[in-house]
């Protein structure tokens, strides 16, 4: 269930992308744990990993559409191959990860755009070994598209200059093409274009964090900009700006899991084999507690993120349910992670502050993915838009089906408008649930059904639609509900162990009852509402036998089994 990759095989890929997983797991491994702490402490710029991407072509095969790939016949934006990057870049070193991630959204303008000649252009770059960068941010205003105060100012006959700042734009100091957004000074519309930080009115300012990745601020300072490397303008350059975050904010999820992943396989390691008090350390049940929760709360992060693929790839203008399970991947997956960190490190204690560790660098990177793109709130705010029509206005769908197939996930860049989010509709949630007959599911349905009846009975009034504060528990109760349904489909479709599921139900009923517990405290709960919270608290069903196998058969038995190479 969980990437390994001394035993990772990638049977489900093409032998081209089976080769560049291969060889990206061995450039890792041989420079060993020791080099990769190192640049680390010394927030190295990773000059040989852009090498070994250029030398091997990996940018280009990845990151370019078939149909610009010229040349090259393993081309593709293939999503599910893109996940296994993700997840194998996280494992190893976020810093790397982060990389290959802003170039893909600095790409979404690029691709999104009807400029022919410039998508050209960023084809033969990929080619030529380049990154990309993604300028959106601003000092004062983050990425709050509506107060960009990039200004573009036409000077007629197809010449316009550029002036202004960015902030916090990642690969922005080797970029080949900084993808930029600023407002038109005479329309006042929004407008992406090409910037090259090789000019010499394009400033690099900063490095603004103290880490091997460079996240730069940089100034455009009467900068020139010619008809050809304008992107797209007006609605179009608004639609890109949020459609590339539907790509590219996809892959935090898969990096959470990939660096939680290494983590867990360490502390186990370190647990397992270390004796206190004449007993190892994983005999003690509180850890055992620990790390079976652990390892159920990382398979429930691949089971979904891998689903939500599936809908991501068989996506198009008549089925976007992929907009609320998008940010559930990029933000609940994050806080997974972020949980299963934490829950390690209690496991291990002083072991995770040591400075040979991978642990080390764990701690500290998986926190900021629930931060990047937006904070918890940010993407709550976005996948409760959807929660009335996913309760009690379902619509028929034909079943996506399992999709690791070698297919150019072309919708991704024709994705169209991106308003009218609250008339998405989505298949009926309950054929999931009602397809499993087992105890923590049967209990989890329950809460399910209360959740419901409180919306229905007791729904939030004006002023709570409009406190965050009270919705966010709301919300993550919502976001629970279709992360079971997404997790029970993969249940049928990948036939594991009921064993596993009903552990994973296990953790899910309990963080169900604390969210409802979080709503209940909130100082602006009903009495009507408060009443059904305290029914919504649930507990699992206690199976000390199934704990048993899963300690046994899933846990324990990783003891070992993967080691980074010293």
């Not at 691709?111 to 084809?123: H, Q, R, Y």
């Not at 691949?302 to 939500?308: D, M, P």
């Not at 926190?367 to 996913?390: C, D, Q, W």
């Not at 690791?404 to 408008?417: K, R, T």
Request: charge should be negative.
């Amino acid at each position: 269930m969980l990437f390994n990759p001394k035993n990772e095989t990638y049977d489900h890929l093409d032998p081209a992308s089976k080769a560049i997983m291969e060889k990206t797991i061995d450039y890792f491994e041989t420079r060993g744990k020791k080099k990769l702490k190192e640049d680390y402490h010394e927030r190295k710029w990773y000059d040989d990993f852009i090498a070994f991407l250029k030398e091997n072509n990996v940018l280009a095969t990845l990151l370019t559409p078939r149909q610009y790939g010229g040349n090259n016949p393993d081309a593709r934006w293939d999503t599910r191959r893109i996940c296994d990057f993700n997840e194998l870049l996280g494992f190893y070193n976020l810093s790397h990860w982060y990389t290959w991630q802003v170039s893909i959204l600095g790409l979404g303008p690029l691709w999104m755009s009807p400029n022919e000649k410039i998508k050209l252009k960023t084809a033969q770059m990929l080619a030529d070994g380049h990154i990309f960068a993604f300028g959106l941010s601003e000092k004062e205003h983050g990425a709050d598209l509506y107060s960009s105060d990039m200004a573009l100012t036409p000077l007629g006959d197809g010449q316009y200059v550029a002036d202004g700042g960015k902030y916090y734009i990642g690969n922005a100091n080797k970029a080949g093409i900084v993808s930029t957004f600023a407002k038109n000074t005479e329309t006042d519309e929004y407008v992406w274009f090409a910037a090259d930080p090789e000019h010499d009115n394009y400033d690099l300012v900063q490095n603004v964090v103290d880490w091997e990745g460079y996240v730069a601020e940089y100034a455009l300072n009467g900068y020139p900009v010619t008809e050809e490397e304008i992107l797209s303008t007006g609605r179009d350059a608004w639609d890109a700006a949020l459609n590339t975050v539907n790509v590219g904010k996809f892959n935090l999820g898969w990096a959470a899991l990939g660096i939680a992943t290494h983590a867990f396989y360490e502390g186990l390691n370190h647990a397992a084999n270390r004796n206190l008090y004449g007993k190892w350390v994983t005999d003690f049940p509180h850890i055992k507690q620990l790390f079976v929760d652990s390892y159920t709360r990382l398979c429930a992060m691949k089971i979904f993120s891998e689903r939500a693929s599936d809908y991501f790839r068989s996506a198009s203008k008549d089925d976007r349910r992929y907009l609320l399970y998008n940010p559930i991947v990029k933000m609940k997956v994050p806080t997974q992670g972020e949980l299963v960190i934490n829950m390690i490190w209690d496991a291990i204690a002083a072991k995770g502050f040591e400075k040979d560790t991978y642990f080390e660098i764990a701690a500290t990177d998986i926190r900021s993915l629930p931060k990047l793109e937006g904070t918890v709130h940010v993407n709550m705010a976005l996948i409760i838009k959807f929660m009335a029509n996913y309760f009690f206005n379902p619509a028929q769908f034909p079943d996506v089906p399992k999709r690791d197939d070698a297919a150019c996930d072309e919708f991704l860049f024709d994705q169209g408008p991106t308003k009218g989010l609250g008339k998405i509709q989505f298949h009926d949630f309950n054929r999931a649930y009602d397809s499993v007959d087992l105890p923590n599911v049967n209990i989890f349905k329950e809460q399910i059904k209360l959740l419901q009846e409180m919306l229905i009975n007791a729904s939030p009034d004006k002023g709570q639609a409009k406190n965050m504060d009270f919705l966010l528990y709301l919300g993550e109760m919502f976001t629970n509900v279709a992360y079971g349904q997404l997790i029970i489909e993969k249940f049928h479709m990948d036939q594991f162990e009921a064993d596993l599921l009903e552990q994973i139900f296990d953790f899910m009923i309990r963080d169900f009852s604390e969210y409802a517990l979080k709503l209940y405290s909130k100082p602006d709960t009903t009495e009507a509402q408060m009443d059904y919270c305290k029914k919504m608290i649930q507990k699992p069903v206690s199976d000390t036998e199934r704990f048993s196998r899963i300690w046994e058969n899933h846990v324990i038995s990783l003891k070992d089994t993967y080691e980074m190479n010293p």
